[in-house]
């Protein structure tokens, strides 16, 4: 994360800390909260690494000077992450009396401390309690970051006395990106993005063979829809359905043959930056090139009803059936 990219994904945030910075008004205490993937822990990695950083210019980290590699790795001495330990489920009072004890002493190497406090919401009531003092009356030059995704099961008294920055969902595009940097295969980044706004739910999406294997399927459909010689329902019978077998499956069917209608409309459209597809862009443009717009608005609107008949409990091989006989009287 720069700062770059945080105004980019966080506007509100960057220019809030940007601002403090700027000033060396930074607060004592931050809470970061927001949905998962969303670059709370990330945010707050780049401000310690701010603070120690060696060759920072105009307060940009430089990310590669032994202080930002050590504070990276956790070896900081003077940065303190907490987090549950292995599946803890709570952050127990003895790693708050820790930090506190590590926070009565000034910085070892240099005027500053940072302590970064991840899935603050699993902190026990005990600890949160023995973090109250501290926040309330901070050694000068500490800085302490609470990072949560649920806010909500924080105590109030925690939450007041921070200065609270709300992370908001990334864009489709940003979401894919970021999923990209955390180890996904782009295509299906990409998708998984264009179907949940969520980023774990993308994560897992991404990491089921089944995705795969339907993004993989609803490719074969298009193709199929496009060529007059193939006949549609068997493939339908054979290989589609018994895929897409249940409802919310289905439904993710659809979306995905949803996106690739959307791609062909904004190719057609000229706005091709953002493509779902963009892997097989040249297949989409074949087959953009052999509809009218008209014709794509047509699919879409169609796939869009089928999906509400989903929706109304219609059963989803019936769906199909109307569905692939609607699409094909729209080509010929
Ligand atoms: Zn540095």
């Given at each position: 994360m720069d700062w770059q990219q945080l105004k980019d994904q966080q506007k509100t945030v960057e220019k809030v800390l940007r601002h403090a910075a700027l000033r060396h008004e930074l607060a004592h205490a931050y809470l970061f909260e927001g949905?998962?993937?969303?670059g709370k822990r990330d945010t707050a990695l780049m401000l310690a690494q701010m603070l120690?950083?060696?060759?920072?210019e105009a307060f940009r980290?430089?990310?590669?000077c032994r202080n930002c590699r050590r504070i990276a790795s956790g070896n900081h001495p003077d940065v303190v992450w907490i987090r549950p330990?292995?599946?803890?489920?709570t952050i127990k009072k003895e790693q708050v009396a820790f930090l506190l004890r590590e926070f009565?002493?000034?910085?070892?190497?240099?005027?500053h401390k940072v302590f970064i406090l991840e899935?603050?919401?699993?902190?026990t009531v005990q600890a949160e309690n023995s973090l109250l003092k501290f926040i309330e009356e901070p050694n000068p030059g500490t800085l302490a970051i609470l990072v949560t995704?649920?806010?909500?099961?924080?105590l109030d008294t925690i939450v007041s006395r921070c200065q609270v920055l709300t992370f908001v969902p990334l864009s489709d595009k940003d979401l894919a990106e970021r999923l990209v940097v955390d180890g996904q295969p782009r295509q299906l980044a990409s998708l998984a993005a264009g179907l949940t706004h969520n980023y774990q739910s993308a994560v897992d999406l991404c990491h089921e063979q089944w995705f795969a294997d339907a993004h993989s399927l609803v490719l074969q459909l298009t193709q199929r829809l496009q060529s007059?010689?193939?006949?549609?329902l068997p493939f339908i019978y054979d290989k589609f359905y018994p895929l897409f077998n249940d409802m919310p499956r289905m439904t993710t069917g659809l979306d995905l043959l949803l996106l690739w209608y959307r791609d062909l409309l904004n190719l057609q459209l000229n706005r091709?930056?953002?493509?779902?597809y963009a892997p097989v862009r040249e297949t989409l443009e074949r087959q953009m090139m052999a509809l009218t717009t008209d014709q794509i608005v047509q699919f879409i609107e169609m796939i869009l009803e089928a999906r509400k008949q989903l929706n109304a409990h219609v059963n989803g091989l019936s769906v199909m059936e109307r569905l692939m006989a609607q699409l094909g009287g729209i080509r010929s």
């Open positions: 949905p998962r993937g969303t120690f950083c060696e060759a920072a980290p430089c990310g590669e330990e292995e599946n803890a489920q009565a002493y000034h910085g070892v190497e240099s005027a899935e603050a919401e699993k902190l995704s649920q806010i909500h099961q924080l007059s010689s193939e006949p549609i091709s930056e953002n493509l779902f």
